[in-house]
């Protein structure tokens, strides 16, 4: 209280700015600032998540080991570590060198790596579904918490393809839309489940590395092929044991005894008539609608897609049939009684072993997460002064991007445009800030000779034991001083 007012004063909280992102937050003491990756700690900005190298003998999914003034890295030598942007901190804007610059040697050579946690609002999420169930029309938006967060895209061999992302959902739309977009990014990219809603389609469950959940149900295995795929591959194994097959699919429903296959092993023609738009023999387009049933179509009865048979072509009573999914999920057989009617019968024992051999041929579906991003910008400067020539030199394979240690794809053409499968990152490597956009650990590897050509920072480069040994602008044991941190 003072003594002129009698009133106890107000003493305002020291608070400090912190310039690891766009939001600059005012931090005070012993708190953690909005994107939960920074802190004040005694006056000092501090990095809440420890910095991340790999064994480079068991990179790419292999163990992850924190580091700072450890003794578990005493005999090793330089060429057995990596160290990735995990952790590091960003240097946003980079007018200034990146967090690190650590320098090695590999089977005799000097190499430079430059680790940055880049900060993305051009990225997206890729991802790819093995299902042969219809999630959605090509182009229908896909929805989390009622926002607008991507949309499906064109459907690839035996899955479905979603575009999650993208600078127009972060920043284009309204508030919630970025934040919620941000997000479901996040947690993908951590290789947590989300939930997913296809505009007048499917809902589903999308984790990368596990199997998806459509509608509720877990997905076991991803097609063996298209139906005239799945003919050309096991028509030697009907042969003999039936007289017609059907594979029913949503892209190509095919019929043995048309089919080539079934020519070459000299299968006579049987009368059966399908419905659809007939493409080269014994393979039909649009039989169906596409949908959750039968072949990834929305059909129950399988014999809904089956005109009159036609005696004059072969058919007769007591003629076998056997129709399958391209997953062997859904099977049936049928013989035609004396009007032509296929009749359903109990599935005989000797066809049994051929249904299961195309269940056993499918692969295990699963959800893969791809990380997409655009690295240009001035984080090109924390690595360059000339940042073009940094371009140049990852167009031209001088220069390797790694994301948190996973090898990427970089498209041809102008810029920096990469892919990277997140199964091959650390758990928790990603982050974000509330601008929003995402956090994502960069590492460029150059040899020394052609880092000195690049115009680097040559005078900011590290041996990587001196920075495994004395750390560097940010402190990384913060996570035991800042138990309240939200995320994990």
């Known amino acids: 209280m003072t003594q002129a007012s009698g009133k106890a004063e107000r003493v305002r909280e020291e608070k400090i700015r912190c310039d690891a992102c766009p939001v600059m937050c005012y931090i005070g003491e012993g708190k953690i600032g909005a994107c939960d990756r920074y802190a004040n700690h005694g006056g000092e900005i501090v990095r809440c998540d ?40 960003t240097t946003y804007p980079d007018y200034k060198p990146a967090p690190f610059l650590a320098s090695r040697e590999v089977d005799g050579v000097d190499f430079v790596t430059v680790v940055t946690e880049a900060i993305f609002s051009y990225c997206s999420v890729k991802v790819k579904i093995d299902t042969d169930r219809h999630l959605g029309r090509e182009g229908a938006v896909i929805r989390h918490q009622g926002e607008a967060v991507g949309l499906m895209i064109t459907s690839e061999y035996g899955s479905q393809m979603m575009s999650l992302g993208g600078v127009d ?65 096991f028509a030697s194994q009907w042969h003999g044991l039936v007289d017609e097959v059907v594979v029913v699919d949503d892209h190509i429903t095919g019929v043995v005894s048309e089919h080539q296959a079934g020519k070459v092993l000299g299968w006579p023609d049987t009368g059966i008539r399908i419905k659809g738009r007939r493409s080269t023999p014994g393979r039909y387009f ?29 058919a007769r009573e007591g003629l076998t049939l056997l129709m399958v999914s391209t997953t062997g999920e859904h099977a049936a057989y049928y013989e035609l009684d004396a009007q032509l009617v296929p009749q359903e019968r109990p599935m005989p024992a000797r066809l049994k072993p051929s249904v299961a051999l195309i269940a056993q041929n499918c692969e295990p579906a699963l959800c893969t997460v791809m990380f997409m991003g655009g690295a240009g910008g001035s984080l090109r400067s924390g690595v360059t002064r000339n940042p073009v020539k940094l371009t140049e030199a990852v167009q031209a394979g001088r220069a390797e991007v790694t994301v948190g240690g996973a090898k990427s794809y970089v498209w041809p053409g102008g810029g920096i445009t990469l892919m990277a499968d997140v199964m091959q990152t650390p758990i ?30 040559t005078e900011a480069v590290r041996d990587v034991i001196d920075i495994l040994q004395s750390g560097g602008f940010y402190a990384w044991d913060s996570q035991v001083i800042f138990p309240q941190k939200r995320k994990q």
């Open 50 to 89: 420890p910095l991340t190298v790999l064994d480079r003998t068991m990179a790419y999914g292999g163990e992850v080991r924190p580091f700072l003034g450890r003794d578990w890295h005493d005999g090793l030598s330089t060429e057995d570590l990596f160290v990735t942007a995990v952790g590091a901190g």
């Open 169 to 233: 959902h972060l920043t284009g739309g309204s508030k919630a839309e970025g934040r919620v977009t941000c997000d479901v990014l996040l947690r993908l990219l951590n290789r947590e489940a989300v939930t997913l809603t296809v505009e007048d389609g499917a809902e589903v469950v999308v984790q990368a590395g596990k199997a998806p959940i459509v509608d509720g149900l877990r997905e076991e295995r991803m097609r063996v092929g298209c139906g005239s795929a799945t003919i050309g591959m």
């Open 428 to 457: 928790g490597a990603f982050g974000m800030v509330p601008t929003p956009a995402i956090v994502a650990p960069l590492e460029f590897t150059v040899s020394k000779q052609e880092y000195e050509a690049l115009g680097g920072h």
């Open 286 to 314: 649009q039989v169906a609608e596409p949908g959750r049933g039968w072949g990834g179509t929305d059909i129950e009865d399988p014999l809904s897609i089956l005109g009159p048979w036609l005696a004059k072509k072969g």
